[in-house]
């Protein structure tokens, strides 16, 4: 069965500050997705990045970079140089994405505090 | 329109009435999703649509929850003799094809509260 946990369910930290949100993921099937999504205070969830498990590079987008080991089941998410509005409930995903199963299981999000 | 619509935003609603969510997925968007968030957990997933196939609704609590999506486009969540524990916030998404192939985008949310 699918199952994502989000062991840190709060984290503060001081601004400019270097944070990573940790997830490990479980799955019986070699061919999954796993995805991160931002929940600002306004509640919406915004979409951050998807990745298959084909592909094992690391990823980076400006502050953002991602951390996937398939040999611990892991998708780390990493702040660098953290700022106020990065302030926010994180969640780790994941889909098995095949046939009829397709659907994202999400984790129960980890919520961090940018402080000033 | 440029993103997932739903409506209501907001809903309270008695013990015992009936309500419709409504979901205006991303133009051409084939799958459609919906999920149920309770406060401080993540979306805990319902039901999804490939056009106007249900495809699964394991996710459903009860036999109170049922979702249609006739002509493939616009969906709607009803739950049907509401309880104070079916508070929550109900929230759709939409992705152009499987999630083998894209990501999937959530609308705004509807916040439903039975009194």
């Known amino acids: 069965a699918q199952k994502v946990t989000q062991a840190q369910t709060e984290i503060s930290v001081v601004e400019k500050e270097d944070v990573t949100l940790d997830c490990v993921y479980e799955t019986r099937d070699t061919t999954y997705y796993l995805f991160w999504y931002k929940q600002p205070p306004s509640g919406e969830l915004v979409f951050l990045i998807r990745?298959?498990?084909?592909?094992?590079q690391n990823e980076i987008s400006g502050r953002y970079s991602w951390n996937f080991q398939k040999s611990t089941s892991s998708f780390n998410f990493t702040i660098t140089a953290s700022q106020v509005v990065d302030s926010a409930v994180y969640f780790c995903?994941?889909?098995?994405?095949?046939?009829?199963?397709?659907?994202?299981?999400f984790g129960k999000g980890t919520r961090l505090h940018i402080l000033p | 329109g440029a993103g997932v619509s739903q409506s209501p935003r907001y809903k309270v609603t008695k013990r015992g009435q009936d309500v419709a969510l409504r979901c205006d997925p991303i133009s051409g968007h084939v799958s459609l999703y919906w999920y149920r968030q309770a406060l401080g957990q993540g979306p805990e997933f319902l039901t999804y649509?490939?056009?106007?196939?249900?495809?699964?609704k394991s996710g459903l609590p009860n036999d109170r929850f049922s979702a249609e999506r006739p002509e493939g486009s616009i969906s709607t969540l009803t739950i049907q003799r509401t309880e104070q524990r079916d508070s929550a916030m109900y929230r759709c998404a939409s992705s152009l094809a499987a999630l083998s192939n894209t990501e999937a985008f959530f609308g705004q949310g509807t916040r439903l509260t039975v009194v």
């Open positions: 995903a994941l889909s098995e994405a095949r046939g009829r199963d397709d659907k994202i299981i």
């Open positions: 990745r298959n498990s084909f592909d094992e």
């Open positions: 649509f490939n056009y106007e196939a249900q495809q699964d």
